[in-house]
């Protein structure tokens, strides 16, 4: 129960080297294709993968160095949405606290967000709309909560609130992990991830250095910033979708 009912598909190219060069080992390039190879049997013996024999492109040496996939303006996009939560992560727990709110029920508040989030991961394989839209709609839905949230809602609100996780955090994650699948070529799939978390860490990071700033001037105001970051990167999202829709299209 539970496990691989069939080995994933996988791409293994062929390891590139700056110039092909003699050593003591072989030309460069050779070992570059013995090496793609090894790694491909081991998985496939694994019985967890199943390596692609043919149609994997070469990658040339520039292209790991620097990749050029069309993925910056999403990345950006779920950088700026991700990052927006940076207040709601450090404060939000000491707010509800001073506004005279239990153990139990700050508790409780968490648990919602939560729960929506594992809501809209569990439906998101029925989801078929785009996924720049899906992005879009966990942008702007994290705008509209972080807005609610700065008016300081009642309780009942409040909870209501939390369950816009699902869309602020869930729906960004899900949509741009799509957007990466759909965009990324294969042979730098490793990287695009890489640098997708890089980019969420560095904007998230700095958010709370500012966010911090704000809260101690402006109390839960800071909310107003972090509904311009997630509106920002809706913004974004949108002036990039038209094209990343279209050449999906072109290549599907």
């Known amino acids: 129960v539970g496990g691989v009912s069939a080995p994933l598909g996988i791409a293994i190219p062929v390891m590139p080297t700056a110039e092909v060069a003699n050593t003591a080992a072989g030309r460069t390039d050779v070992l570059g294709q013995q090496l793609a190879q090894i790694v491909s049997n081991d998985l496939r013996n694994s019985g967890l993968f199943k390596p692609l024999d043919a149609g994997v492109k070469s990658v040339a040496y520039p292209e790991v160095t620097a ?3 069309d993925y910056w303006g999403p990345a950006g996009a779920s950088a700026l949405v991700q990052g927006s939560h940076a ?4 404060f939000a727990s000491i707010t509800w606290q001073n506004a005279g709110l239990g153990g139990l029920t700050i508790a409780a508040l968490w648990s919602l967000g939560v729960i929506a989030e594992i809501a809209v991961f569990a439906l998101s394989p029925r989801f078929t709309v785009s996924p720049a839209i899906i992005v879009a709609i966990g942008a702007a839905g994290a705008a509209l909560r972080w807005l609610i949230t700065a008016q300081e809602p009642p309780l009942a609100v409040l909870a209501a609130v939390q369950l816009m996780h699902g869309l602020s955090f869930g729906m960004t994650y899900i949509g741009t992990i799509g957007l990466l699948a759909r965009s990324v070529p294969h042979h730098v799939l490793a ?3 890489g640098y997708l978390a890089a980019s969420v860490g560095i904007v998230s990071g700095a958010s709370m250095i500012l966010s911090g700033l704000i809260y101690a001037r ?6 107003y910033a972090m509904a311009m970051m997630a509106l920002t990167g809706f913004v974004v999202m949108i002036s990039v979708r038209a094209r990343l829709d279209r050449a999906h ?3 599907a």
């Open 67 to 69: 990749p050029t996939f």
């Open 249 to 251: 299209a072109i290549t």
């Open 218 to 223: 402006a109390g839960q105001h800071v909310y």
């Open 87 to 90: 207040a709601y992560y450090s």
């Open 191 to 193: 990287s695009a991830q």
